[in-house]
């Protein structure tokens, strides 16, 4: 089975730093995405890790640890623009079908604030 | 380049009735996959459609279905509508479909089922 487990809501000051968490069981493991989702709108993708380690990309990185089932986003030098839902999804290892089904985990909403 | 294109933007039935909802992926992508999206549950992959078939599929009741067209072209379809059907309706284009591609979503349907 698949479970994915993230904080409901956070929130953080304008400016901040903030980390949101990512935990997860899966039967199969091939990767792991980040996603944000602001209201209203389509969920837009914003990292991938596939082995361990932290990947760096602009104000955003994703930290993976494989054995630990665990990743997080962290968030620098926070904008209000950054309110927004984030979302974790895992796309599990199957051999018999290489197919596209992520497993999305509930979503963490951020609220940040002036 | 388009983005993921899906319609009707909104819309609201009855309970009973059937609903088809269209998306037109991302030109050259080959991949499209569906998801519901509630408050309650978060973002639920319904199945992917690859090349014509389908590919993978999720723990949703008969009452879904979907289909790809030549032109890589999807829809879904939601038969004897229940109440809890009422949701957003994701479609999402993957490129060529391996697991570790991100997937590229529409605006969505918001389904209401009265």
């Known amino acids: 089975g698949q479970n994915i487990d993230q904080p409901t809501e956070m929130t953080a000051t304008e400016g901040a730093i903030v980390q949101i968490n990512c935990t997860y069981q899966?039967?199969?493991?091939?990767?792991l995405f980040w996603y944000q989702q602001h209201a209203g709108e389509a969920p837009t993708f914003l990292s991938y890790?596939?082995?361990?380690g932290l990947e760096e990309k602009g104000r955003f990185s994703s930290f993976l640890s494989r054995s630990k089932g665990y990743s997080y986003l962290l968030l620098k030098e926070l904008q209000m623009k950054d309110s927004a839902s984030y979302l974790c999804?895992?796309?599990?290892?199957?051999?018999?079908?290489?197919?596209?089904?992520?497993?999305f985990g509930p979503g963490t909403r951020l609220s940040v604030l002036p | 380049k388009a983005g993921v294109t899906q319609t009707p933007r909104y819309l609201i039935k009855t309970r009973g009735q059937q609903v088809t909802l269209s998306c037109s992926p991302i030109?050259?992508?080959?991949?499209v996959s569906w998801y519901q999206q509630t408050p309650g549950q978060g973002l639920q992959f319904l199945f992917e459609?690859?090349?014509?078939?389908?590919?993978n599929k999720g723990n949703f009741p008969g009452r879904f279905s979907g289909r790809q067209f030549s032109n890589s072209r999807s829809e879904m379809n939601v038969s004897t509508l229940e109440l809890g059907d009422s949701a957003l309706y994701l479609c999402?284009?993957?490129?060529?479909?391996?697991?570790?591609?991100?997937?590229?979503f529409g605006s969505g349907t918001q389904l209401s089922v009265l």
């Open positions: 030109s050259g992508h080959r991949s």
């Open positions: 459609y690859f090349s014509e078939t389908q590919r």
């Open positions: 890790n596939v082995l361990d």
């Open positions: 999804a895992v796309t599990p290892l199957d051999r018999d079908n290489y197919g596209q089904n992520f497993v």
């Open positions: 999402a284009s993957g490129g060529q479909g391996s697991a570790n591609e991100k997937l590229f």
């Open positions: 899966t039967s199969g493991f091939n990767g």
